[in-house]
C-alpha cells in the first residue's frame, strides 16, 4: 500500500532545467531517508540524492551537486528534484526510493517508485 509515484520527466536541450517530483502514500516517512536514484543506458543504477525526510538534511552525487537540489513539501508528503545546468550524461531515467534509517543504499531500499525518463539532448 506504500506508494511512490515520479513525475515530471520529458526531453529537455543541454543548459535547461527540470523538476521532477515524487509523490509518497502510506505511511508517514517521518523515521526515513528518501533519495533520488537514476539508471542510463546500460549503465548501473546510481545514486543522485538524499534528504532525510524529518530533518530535511540533504545529500548529493558530486556528478550532480551544485546542479541538482532535493526539496520536499512535507505536508504534502512530495519530494521535488530541481535538476539545473542539465547535461547529455544526465540522461537517465530516475527512480524515487525511500529507506527505514539515516541513509539510502541501492541494496537496501525498503521502496522504489517506477521511474520517469529524463532525456537531455546536445
Known amino acids: 500500500q506504500v506508494q511512490l509515484v515520479e513525475s515530471g520527466g520529458g526531453l529537455v536541450q543541454a543548459g535547461g532545467s527540470l523538476r521532477l517530483s515524487c509523490a509518497a502514500s502510506?505511511?508517514?516517512?517521518?523515521?526515513?531517508?528518501m533519495a533520488w536514484f537514476r539508471q542510463a543506458p546500460g549503465k548501473e543504477r546510481e545514486f543522485v540524492g538524499a534528504?532525510?525526510?524529518?530533518?530535511?538534511?540533504?545529500y548529493y552525487a558530486d556528478s550532480v551537486k551544485g546542479r541538482f537540489f532535493i526539496f520536499r513539501d512535507y505536508a504534502r508528503n512530495t519530494m521535488y528534484l530541481q535538476m539545473n545546468r542539465l547535461k547529455p550524461e544526465d540522461t537517465s531515467v530516475y527512480y524515487c526510493?525511500?529507506?527505514?534509517?539515516?541513509?539510502?543504499?541501492?541494496?537496501?531500499?525498503?521502496?522504489w517508485g517506477k521511474g520517469t525518463l529524463v532525456t537531455v539532448s546536445s
Open positions: 526510493a525511500a529507506q527505514r534509517g539515516l541513509i539510502v543504499v541501492l541494496t537496501s531500499v525498503d521502496y
Open positions: 502510506g505511511r508517514t516517512f517521518d523515521n526515513y531517508a
Open positions: 534528504i532525510r525526510w524529518s530533518e530535511g538534511n540533504t
